[in-house]
C-alpha cells in the first residue's frame, strides 16, 4: 500500500496513525517533493472523478485565476502535475484500487 500525502497535512497524520495503529504497513510519498504527479494523476483518474481527486477547498485552489481553474474540466492531468498540492489527500493505492481522502468509507474498506 502507498499513502500520497504531505508530511504537514493534518489529514495524512490522521490517517498514517490509524493505520500504523491497526498494523497496516504503507510506504509514504511525499506528492510535492517525491511522486511523479503528471504520470501518476492519469492512472488515479481512470478509477476516481476528477471532481473528487482536485480539491477545490484548497489555498492553491483559491490562488488560482479562473483559466486554471477551468483546467479542472478540460485538463485535470496538467493542472495536478502543474500544482500537486491541489491533490485531494490522502491518495491511497492498494494493489488496483485508489482511495482518495480519509472519510469513513475509505477506513472501512482499508479495515481500520
Known amino acids: 500500500m502507498k499513502l500520497y500525502g504531505l508530511k504537514n497535512c493534518d489529514t495524512c497524520k490522521k490517517a498514517m496513525k490509524a493505520l500504523d495503529a491497526a498494523g497496516q504497513s504503507y510506504t509514504f510519498v511525499d506528492i510535492r517533493a517525491e511522486a ?40 485535470p492531468v496538467g493542472l495536478l502535475a502543474a500544482n500537486p498540492t491541489l491533490v485531494k489527500r490522502p491518495v491511497i493505492e492498494r494493489g488496483d484500487e485508489v482511495f482518495v481522502g480519509w472519510t469513513k468509507d475509505v477506513q472501512a474498506s482499508l479495515g481500520v
Open 36 to 75: 511523479d504527479v503528471a504520470s501518476l494523476a492519469p492512472q488515479w483518474l481512470k478509477q476516481v472523478d476528477s471532481a473528487k481527486l482536485i480539491n477545490t477547498r484548497s489555498t492553491t485552489w483559491r490562488q488560482l485565476d479562473e483559466a486554471e481553474r477551468a483546467k479542472a474540466e478540460t485538463d
